[in-house]
Every structure is written in C-alpha cells, then in structure tokens.
C-alpha cells in the first residue's frame, strides 16, 4: 500500500519556522517528481513547491520564494519543506504529492497527482 505521511507542522509566531516532512511508504519514490500543495479554509488547494525526480529543479510560489525550501533525501524516500519567515497568510493544512508514474516532470495542478498524504495543519499566529 502506497502512503505518504507528513509531519511536523504545529503552532508558531509570525517570523518562526518550521519543517515538514512526507516520509513515502509502499514504493521506492526517488525517480518520481513530487509537490507540496496547501489548502486554506475556504480557498482552493494551491502548489506551494515542487521538485523534480532528480532534485536538480525546483519551482516556488512566489508567494513563498526566498522564504520556502523543498528538498529531498531519495535514500530515506523523504521530502521536506523548510519554511522560514513564516507569516499568518502561510495558515493552512499542508499536504505532500506524488505523480501516479516515474519520471514525469512536475506539475503545478492537483490534477497531476495521484498519491497524496493526509494533510498536517500549520498555524501562523500574528
């Protein structure tokens, strides 16, 4: 059964930081592209990074670039998200995704995911 299972989101200050990881199970992802997507309440769910299989390429919201980092370790089929300078905008529940095949370019719809993991809450009080 293919998972993927975010973590480390929580409370924090305007200007705090935080890391969150997807840790993949059930499949080897190093050769898959892969996003992180939030959802806010009463908005659309929207890309905030992705990165290519490789790690070489990466794209960022601009509503989050030079604040936000997506990287990758293949050897512990792991993603992560560092965020930095958060602000109260950067509320929402935070979800990880993966393409449904290998080596496909990333993409910056939902629709271009198939697996996706249950979402963790970061909260940015002012």
């Known amino acids: 059964q293919v998972q993927l299972v975010e973590s480390g989101g929580g409370l924090v200050q305007a200007g705090g930081s935080l890391r969150l990881s997807c840790a993949a199970s059930g499949r080897t992802f190093s050769s898959y592209s892969m996003a992180w997507f939030r959802q806010a309440p009463g908005k659309e769910r929207e890309l905030v990074a992705n990165?290519?299989?490789?790690?070489?390429?990466?794209y960022y919201a601009d509503s989050v670039k030079g604040r936000f980092t997506i990287s990758r370790d293949s050897a512990k089929n792991t993603v992560y998200l560092q965020m930095n300078g958060l602000k109260p905008e950067d509320t929402a529940v935070y979800y990880c995704?993966?393409?449904?095949?290998?080596?496909?370019?990333?993409?910056?719809?939902?629709?271009?995911?198939?697996?996706w993991g249950q979402g963790t809450q970061v909260t940015v009080s002012s």
């Open positions: 995704a993966a393409p449904g095949r290998r080596w496909y370019p990333p993409d910056t719809r939902p629709e271009g995911y198939e697996y």
């Open positions: 990165i290519v299989y490789n790690g070489g390429n990466r």
